[in-house]
DNA sequence: TGTAGGTTGCAACTCCGTTGCATGGTAATT
DNA sequence: AATTACCATGCAACGGAGTTGCAACCTACA
């Protein structure tokens, strides 16, 4: 298995168990944002339940390994960078949609400007949601 | 019944009905996002089953009479406010989710500043989730 | 007031989130 | 290498939400 996959599970106090490794794994590889049902396609030849899956993820999210991504389809998720750890999680994420392949990715450059929240509001996390033609897709019209 | 009401459906060409009705009075009254749930639970005494708000929920949604709200725990709807309509609907969207009350407001005030994407990249349209206290609980610590 | 066509309620199905519990596996200790 | 405490898994089960088909109903307009 993967270094960073054996890394990660070690430096977050986790037991490296088979569906651990291969959704971290699956992660590491597509390097984009996937949905629950993502991961039980891309796993289903190893016959993980559902709720493995689902316990798995949950269990990510709470050591800071991976964050939600949400857009009009539902919850994604995608790998956390260096910058995030269990004690501060990033409190600021970028994510574009492209509305013609589908697929969702976290923009780790682009930082969200400055904005002015009404007297009284305190902003504790952010999350911007950019929907619209990725590169590739760009090219190919 | 309110004349918003009554102007928004015609307006829009739809067929004044009691759910309808009920659904849009709902959130001229709260003034927040509301989930199904939400106003399954405020409409209850009325009996309208539960297909028929998600019906005339999915319904606003084409016409532009309201528009869906992503955070954390899923998906809520809030009116759209004059600026949009079916032909244009808005391409920004600025959410406020107060993780103390629980409540989500549109801060229609509040522009997305500029930001540059990768070369390649286009934009059609960004909304921006900010979490944290909202001004009336922050008074209240 | 009658009619056409949009709207509703009901049934039914799928998918996802969630929890409890017994079983199985991991890792630390000896 | 064997033991063992504890964590992780699979299974069953439940509720909520999304979705569709269809017959009955109601709105809007002539």
């Known amino acids: ?3 960073f996959v054996s890394d990660t599970l070690k430096n977050h106090n986790l037991r490296t ?3 651990r ?8 590889i597509r390097e984009t944002a996937l949905s629950q049902g ?3 396609g891309a796993l289903k030849n190893k016959k993980f339940d559902r709720v493995t899956i ?3 993820l949950k269990t990510f999210l709470e050591k800071g390994i ?7 389809e539902g919850i994604r998720y995608a790998l956390c960078k260096e910058r995030c750890t269990e004690a501060s999680h990033n409190h600021e994420h970028v994510h574009f949609k492209c509305t013609d392949c589908g697929q969702t990715n976290c923009l780790d450059n682009l930082h969200i400007p400055a904005f002015s929240l009404p007297p009284g509001y305190r902003a504790q996390e952010t999350s911007l949601l950019i929907q619209g033609l990725c590169a590739d897709c760009t090219q190919q019209k």
């Open 1 to 3: 298995m993967d270094k």
């Open 17 to 19: 168990t088979s569906c």
């Open 21 to 28: 490794e291969n959704v971290l794994d699956t992660f590491r």
């Open 38 to 40: 993502d991961l039980e």
């Open 54 to 56: 689902y316990r798995t």
């Open 66 to 72: 991976i964050h939600k991504v949400l857009d009009d």
